[in-house]
């Protein structure tokens, strides 16, 4: 009787499972098994063609790249469709951010405003990365955002901060995140939200348009142009500037190109050369031939909150004002 | 979500209840308490549709709950009888009448779990009136998407973020390298029944100047008669499999059984043979380029008679008793049912669902105003494409040039209805 009665109990739960979900098809979420394998949208190294822009194609279309990946621009998204399909789907967003030596006096804020604008009613993982884990601010958490302190080591040079944060992603997301998360996003602390930051950001690979060279010509990118360098990219190739400040995407897509950035990176180390902006450089070069399936406008990122743009309706993240020489540990 | 908790919580209480008598032994209620459950569960199926819909509210067949009805009042009956007569259980059948009623006693518990499972039975068969509802039944406003803005250009992204595909928004020699890297199948599925085989030469021989040029291409055409199939040269990697199928006497028949079809092919042969697959219309042709910036998970195309329509105006099935009943205040593009296109699985679910939902709306003799368009235009506005093609994808020869579509890449051929339907 009693086994009767724990069969029905059964049947009736299955039965009665809600899908309500009107689903937006282009979720990615790692777990899942595609019968394509593919990795991406990958380019083959040398090919040469027309330059997109990233203002206006074609006078009457915009915030698509040539490859067909949105650009996310105010005005492009519906945020209150957007947020409600991605509702449904109950997602874990990663989000790393590095706060070594005097950087953690930008953590208040960085952390205060995430609260207020960054992935509001969604459930927030912040893996906070630090060699002072007793500054840390006391930042109140909303339901359902989390504050993950991780020790690391000191450096002495500010580059070997920056570029030494693809390893520790690397290692961070195959070893961790990969069955917790479903998003990750990478950013910089020197930094403070001004605006919403929400689902539309979400895509398997997502990158930053640079807010100093969206309106510049692919010849004038501060790419690392000289060829014994991983990084190198000719004067006539190149879509956009991405910024290394922000980036992101599903974890599998995020894992290869934390992987494949570092992988460059020890090899330029081996052959003594740096590159020009460093991880910023690797991270265009692997842009270039693995293009992101989004692209957030310089809204994203921008320069400053007091600068002024045409194109910038709203200001979302941008860099605070600081003295470079006070606080990084080398010129 | 919610009424799921309600429902365990439901759940929980007659279990403890259930538990907390069992103690004694041989309890006379013991049946009585999943009996109750099966009643509510099978009430539950048939009858009530979920709460959140204000729309659509189909209800179990009149059979059906003429049978619901009547297993109900025979399981009370025998219920009732029996917790009457259980005092004659234990006692000694010393007398004619006690014997008659210990007799009745078992009947009548072999007939409530005969109704029992009636129950069951009807609980169970009516899954496909409610279960996919219940995917549709969150409701949400907002403005209807453009595809044409107010200064006239053309919209490039949806609210959603799917790329909607104009002429000027990619790059056609950088999406196909990419795309040729991947190694990929596009399986092509056609329909030419009756006498729309004599659109077959046109439909084939531009398919091979425009559609995919340089990608495998498996063509898997649908016909009643093989023979009328005409030679057609194919360029290299691209192939070309003939299915017989019956014919059938009505045009919205024919139209409306592909999606079965589609959906067993799929089932049968395209998952282990493509990536990706299209059902086009075949009394069509291409006059442009078609390629892989068609390409992604789902994928739909914008009509080209209403990409410029408010939404209250689309030919969406306005008849609430239909699967593919949309209120006037939803929708967002009114999708052209001549192309489906996307990822084996998710147009695999497209097919399945629309089938489901054909079938149901025959079980109660309505057909959708545009027969399988209908349906296919109510899936996409609950699962959204990932990606619009644009009217230059599906244009219709008869309509005159407009400034948006700056190139038709392919196009409904004129035709004279009367010749070539089997019925008007």
């Not at chain 1, 590095?98 to 893996?127: I, W």
């Not at chain 2, 000694?92 to 009636?118: C, D, H, I, W, Y």
């Not at chain 2, 035709?415 to 089997?422: D, E, F, G, L, T």
Request: with cysteine; hydrophobic share 40%; charged share 25%.
């Amino acid at each position: 009787m009693k086994l009767y009665v724990f069969l029905h109990r059964l049947i009736y739960l299955n039965t009665n499972q809600n899908s309500c979900k009107p689903q937006i098809i282009e979720k990615v979420i790692t777990k899942k098994n595609w019968k394509l394998k593919n990795f991406g949208l990958r380019s083959p190294v040398g090919f040469v063609y027309n330059q997109p822009s990233a203002l206006v194609s074609r006078t009457d279309v915009a915030s698509v790249t040539s490859w067909l990946a949105p650009i996310i621009w105010e005005g492009t998204f519906d945020a209150t469709l957007i947020d409600f399909i991605y509702k449904q789907q109950n997602l874990t967003i990663a989000t790393t951010v590095f706060a070594l030596g005097k950087y953690t006096r930008f953590l208040k804020d960085f952390l205060e405003s995430a609260e207020q604008h960054y992935f509001v009613g969604f459930r927030v993982h912040y893996y906070l990365f630090t060699d002072h884990p007793e500054e840390v601010p006391e930042v109140k958490m909303g339901e359902n955002h989390r504050l993950i302190v991780r020790k690391v080591p000191s450096m002495n040079r500010w580059q070997d901060i920056s570029m030494g944060r693809m390893e520790i992603l690397e290692k961070l997301i195959k070893n961790e995140l990969a069955s917790e998360a479903d998003y990750i996003f990478c950013l910089d602390v020197d930094a403070k939200f001004y605006g919403r930051w929400g689902v539309e950001s979400l895509g398997r690979l997502v990158g930053v348009i640079h807010p100093w060279y969206f309106d510049a010509p692919r010849d004038k990118f501060t790419y690392e142009r000289r060829p014994e360098s991983q990084a190198y990219i000719p004067v006539e190739e190149g879509d956009y500037y991405f910024t290394g400040a922000a980036f992101g995407g599903s974890l599998e897509d995020v894992h290869h190109l934390t992987k494949t950035c570092r992988e460059q990176m020890n090899i330029d180390i081996a052959n003594s050369i740096e590159a020009l902006w460093h991880e910023e450089s690797h991270l265009n070069k692997y842009f270039l031939h693995n293009k992101p399936s989004k692209l957030l406008s310089p809204e994203y990122l921008w320069r400053d909150i007091n600068a002024w743009a045409a194109q910038i309706k709203v200001v979302r993240f941008s860099h605070v004002a600081k003295n470079n020489a006070e606080v990084r540990p080398n010129a | 979500m919610v009424s799921c908790l309600v429902e365990l919580q439901e759940l929980t209480v007659l279990t403890k209840h259930f538990c907390r008598h069992n103690k004694t032994p041989l309890s006379p209620s013991c049946p009585l308490l999943p009996c109750m459950h099966i009643i509510i569960w099978s009430t539950d199926r048939l009858t009530v549709g979920p709460p959140m819909i204000t729309d659509t509210k189909p209800k179990a067949g009149i059979m059906k709950v003429n049978f619901f009805l009547f297993f109900l009042a025979l399981t009370g009956f025998s219920l009732i009888g029996h917790s009457v007569l259980r005092v004659t259980k234990d006692t000694k059948p010393n007398s004619e009448m006690m014997k008659f009623l210990q007799n009745a006693n078992t009947l009548l518990l072999v007939v409530a779990f005969v109704s029992l499972t009636g129950l069951i039975f009807l609980g169970y068969s009516s899954t496909s009136l409610r279960y996919k509802e219940k995917r549709f039944c969150l409701k949400l406003s907002y403005k209807q998407p453009s595809v044409v803005g107010p200064d006239g250009k053309v919209v490039p992204v949806t609210p959603w973020l799917s790329p909607i595909v104009w002429e000027g928004t990619f790059d056609p020699l950088l999406i196909d390298s990419i795309y040729r890297q991947q190694n990929i199948t596009i399986a092509t599925t056609v329909f030419a029944l009756g006498k729309y085989t004599q659109f077959l030469k046109d439909f084939l021989e531009s398919a091979e100047q425009n559609y995919f040029v340089g990608f495998r291409v498996h063509y898997y055409l649908f016909t009643d008669q093989p023979e009328q199939v005409p030679e057609v040269k194919l360029g290299e990697e691209r192939q070309l499999t003939v299915l017989k199928v019956p014919s059938s006497n009505r045009w919205q028949e024919i139209t409306l059984r592909r999606m079965e079809k589609l959906e067993k092919l799929i089932e049968s042969r395209l998952v282990n043979e493509a990536d990706y697959v299209f059902s086009l219309d075949v009394d069509t042709k291409f006059y442009g380029r078609w390629g892989a910036e068609s390409l992604g998970r789902l994928i739909g195309v914008i009509h080209p008679g209403y990409y410029q329509t408010a939404r209250e105006q689309f030919p969406y099935e306005r008849r609430p008793e239909s699967q593919a009943f949309i209120p006037y205040a939803e929708g967002d593009y009114y999708y052209g049912g001549a192309v489906i296109g996307g990822l084996v699985k998710d147009v695999y679910e497209a097919a399945k669902t629309c089938r489901e939902q054909l079938d149901i709306d025959a079980a109660k003799s309505i057909e959708a105003a545009w027969q399988e368009e209908s349906h296919l235009n109510k899936y996409f506005l609950y699962n959204k494409p990932s990606k619009v093609l644009s009217p230059e994808y599906l244009w219709q020869d008869f309509k005159p040039h407009t400034n948006e579509v700056k190139i038709i890449r392919f196009s409904q051929v004129i035709k004279n209805y009367a010749a070539v339907r089997p019925n008007p």
